[in-house]
């Protein structure tokens, strides 16, 4: 028995695997822009790359809107600015509502660049959400969008019954979800009924194994090393990423609400995900983990068509439809 | 965009990950010995390793039993040997009983060597245990094991309710479990009503991305093409490995019991079990899903003292007091 500190693999050639959708087999096959795997260095730099790819973002949400009937509002909430993202075959009389949490490593995807996830749950699910466009670099630094969040969440929560709201997001959005929950207990705010959390960026510190193993192999994220940390470095503006507000994995697990997790295969935040999955069940909360071949971060909420994203938005409807009060 | 059919990796040197308990990360640091890294070309020399490894395995038998103050019987059933294994503070007028299904690629394990998983179970969940030590390469070749398993399975429901029984296995055993359950569907026998199916050879046929991706990570199983493949070539004896009741997978899903599935990030089978899981989902089964942090194939089974082993089997144990009527 040898005792080695490191696996060694020798350089390999990955098959797209064949136990995927074809769309899924597209969008594993796609490269990340050059403005992505090559990161801004500065303040300016990622202005122009953020502004370049929220105008690609922001031409996707009508095409969804037409595509799930769903209708767009911009909306402010305690003073932060938002989206009314609302089914046009709502059931009426129906109070559940949910909050979605854009993703996009806290500097990305700002104004309808962050709508894609909140449309198409809406479209899936018939819910009616309401989309927090918090505040991101260079506008606002760490802790805005934390704080944006659970102003809004506070000021939704008091508008209606709690018990009757979910809170969902991927990514960013999934630690913020997360990070909103935890700050909710330890602060004695409302909790939401139910939590639907992607792929998220619970652990900032690039603490995990699939962000070694699964390197290269997510052409989303790409690295550990690549634009996302980059960009969660500039969002925070030097606090200490192992804060449990930037990974939340270090928060408190006790008394959350259900869960529901969804990763896939080559996702670089594959550990991080079953890792919350478990800090929870450890906690004694319930927590449902969906693991989809072949996926890589957050794969599912870019091609609407994929079989994948209709199953996994499915399985988020089930549980908040289970978990929520109507 | 480029379009890519293979993803080229560059060789890598992967740390052990800190997110892993010592004890884990011991086993995640150990290697399989010679005669699994080159494995056996013939029948006889299949027997050797076979013999040779049972000895090491049914050694830790009695140490097991002894941990977990847990007795266990050689028995016949339907002519198939067996070993009832039983805790000693089994719940006195408890009729949950539950059938265990031994790993082991179809040709490893035999006797008291396939009992490891049968003693954690019986010892973490004070379940009644039966342990069906079906026959193996060169004693008798595909379908035996099948056939023995539905004999022992089909015997059991009969002595007592199926509704207060459950099947476990992990590996072969987790692909003979789902199997079983398939043919018990198909022609009509008693269903149990929960399974617990850790990391299934669900499917041989080597598809499905981690059979690649997590190559020479997984310290267990190695390679798509080991000796897991060469041992359960032995067994199917030339028949074809795409034959659902080799490669589950492609069987039918519908109106199964409630399963829990058991993976790690590390495991050559992770998609073989997320397929599964999807499967069951899409055809509509309550099906859990748990995914640990830096585990290779069914290395929870390794080191009863690891506290991921107690995190495994109580989540098990949980699911099958929800399932089991008493």
Known sequence: MSLKQ??????????LPPTVSAEMRELMRASQPASLRNPPNTVSEWAVVVTALAQQGAARAPQLMQRFNVRVDRVEIAGVPAFDVVPDDARPGDRRRLMHIHGGCYVLNP?????AEAILMAGFGKYSVLSVDYRMPPAAYFPAAHDDVAAVWTRLASQGDPKAMGVFGTSAGGALTLALAQRARRE??????????GTPMADTTKTGDTFYTNE?????L?????????????YANGHDLADPRLSPIYGAFEGLPPTILTSGTRDLLLSNTVRVHRKLRQAGVEAVLQVFEGLAHAQYLFDENAPETKEVFDEIVLFFDRHLAR
Do not use: H, M, Y
């Not at 490191?6 to 098959?15: K, N």
């Not at 104004?111 to 709508?115: I, N, T």
């Open 6 to 15: 490191t696996t060694q693999l020798p350089s390999r050639d990955i098959p």
């Open 111 to 115: 104004g309808e660049a962050g709508l």
């Open 188 to 197: 004695n705010l409302p909790l939401p009924a139910a939590l639907a959390i």
């Open 216 to 220: 290269g192999l997510d052409n989303v």
């Open 222 to 234: 790409l690295s550990r090393d690549g634009f996302c940390d980059a960009a969660t470095r500039l």
